[in-house]
């Protein structure tokens, strides 16, 4: 279906309003232009009535600001009335490229001060939109989800913090542990898996993949990663493989056991091409590990599927594996801060989420279900049938 084509059957909740926070600035940006889009060409009878003010729009961001004082303190300021608005405000946690002067020192933003300058933004709407509701890919401290000893628990106190100043939803992707949800059980709070989008990157980019069960394989970095997996070699049809940690439990080194090796469960993977799939890349060495072992197995090609890269540790280890055929493609989404350099690295493949953002943020504005925006088997059917009858 084309999506200007959707039959409107319920009111809007609010005039849309959308606001991406500046860590966000260019992926909102391309929410907007979709949005615009659609409401520009969507025919209906009832966009001229006082139900539907403001529905078709140039643009829908509000202008939000949120400056620093000399001191490091901050503020937030809404520039336009969101009176009755729907807003949906929208924030990148993980974007170390913006600054502020901090006594005359050049500070980067954390995502500590990434999370209060959207509670500043909520606060700045001062209770006068109909409906709030954040998007935050990358859920703030969502690696702190759980408690093992005397530790905070992070994740669920910032949830509890955006639901007590009034949000309605919380809208993430591929949550680090969904059940962190059971913080807040009477708000809505999505975690969106993005594997069509990583599927149709894939295939745009690699035209001879045979994807079944004898040329293919899926396979899960660790046991943590084992439900996403399992889903996407079920979509698929292909079987899965996983590797887990192998730990020295009598040593501590960096506050952590050192990981001793990765041992692989699984069938061979002898001439096949390789999806490693997990939620984030990190400093990457688990998944370079991985991609040695899978090569070392005599794997064709290696594809490594990950919804952010946040590359903590630089590119150079990746580049290397590149130049040693290790690694094939890398594809991670545009969620979170992408440097220059990653985009210009030639096995990088930049997979874009904006109009599945769109989307989502259409639906909700309308109160339809997400249902079908969630399970994406029936898009994922339509795009292996269209790329296997390319090669007939």
Not at 182 to 205: D, M, R, S
Not at 336 to 357: A, H
Request: hydrophobic content about 35%; charged content about 25%.
């Amino acid at each position: 279906m084309i999506y200007q084509e959707k039959t409107i059957e319920t009111i809007p909740v609010g005039p849309l309003g959308l606001i991406p926070l500046k860590s966000c600035a260019e992926l909102g940006g391309k929410v907007n232009n979709w949005l615009v889009e659609w409401r520009k060409e969507r025919e209906s009878e009832h966009k001229s009535t006082i139900a539907f003010s403001g529905y078709q729009r140039d643009s829908y961001i509000v202008n939000a600001k949120t400056p620093r004082f000399g001191s490091g303190e901050g503020k937030a300021t809404i520039e336009e009335s969101v009176r009755g608005d729907d807003l949906y405000i929208m924030v990148d946690v993980c974007n170390y490229s913006l600054t502020y002067s901090l006594c005359g020192m050049t500070n980067h933003m954390s995502p500590d001060d990434h999370f209060q300058d959207l509670k500043r933004v909520i606060a700045a709407a001062a209770g006068k939109a109909r409906r709030i509701n954040v998007i935050m890919p990358f859920l703030y401290e969502s690696r702190q989800h759980k408690r093992s000893s005397r530790e905070s628990l992070d994740c669920a106190l910032a949830l509890q913090e955006l639901t007590n100043m009034g949000v309605e939803n919380i809208i993430t992707f591929d949550a680090h542990d969904p059940r962190v949800q059971n913080a807040i059980p009477l708000k809505g709070f999505e975690t969106v898996q993005p594997i069509y989008q990583f599927i149709k990157y894939l295939l745009k980019n690699e035209t001879e993949l045979q994807i079944d069960s004898d040329h293919m394989m899926v396979i899960s970095p660790d046991e943590g990663g084992m439900g996403r997996a399992v889903y996407f070699a079920n979509v698929l049809g292909l079987d899965m493989g996983m590797f887990y940690k192998r730990r020295d439990y009598t040593r501590i080194v960096d506050g952590r056991n050192p990981i001793v090796a990765h041992e692989f469960l699984g069938s061979s993977v002898e001439g096949k091409d390789v999806l490693i799939i997990d939620d984030m890349i990190s400093s990457g060495e688990s998944m370079l590990d991985v991609a040695k072992e899978l090569k070392r197995r005599k794997a064709r090609k290696v594809f490594i599927c990950a919804t952010f890269g946040l590359f903590t540790n630089g590119l150079a280890k990746f580049d290397e594996y590149y130049e040693n055929g290790l690694i094939d493609r890398i594809l991670t989404t545009n969620l979170v801060y992408q440097t220059p350099d990653l985009l210009s690295r030639p096995y990088y493949i930049d997979v874009d989420m904006s109009k599945y953002i769109a989307l989502i943020i259409d639906n909700l504005n309308h109160d339809d279900s997400l249902s079908e925006l969630l399970n994406p088997t029936n898009r994922i059917n339509k795009l292996l049938d269209k790329y296997r009858s390319k090669d007939k």
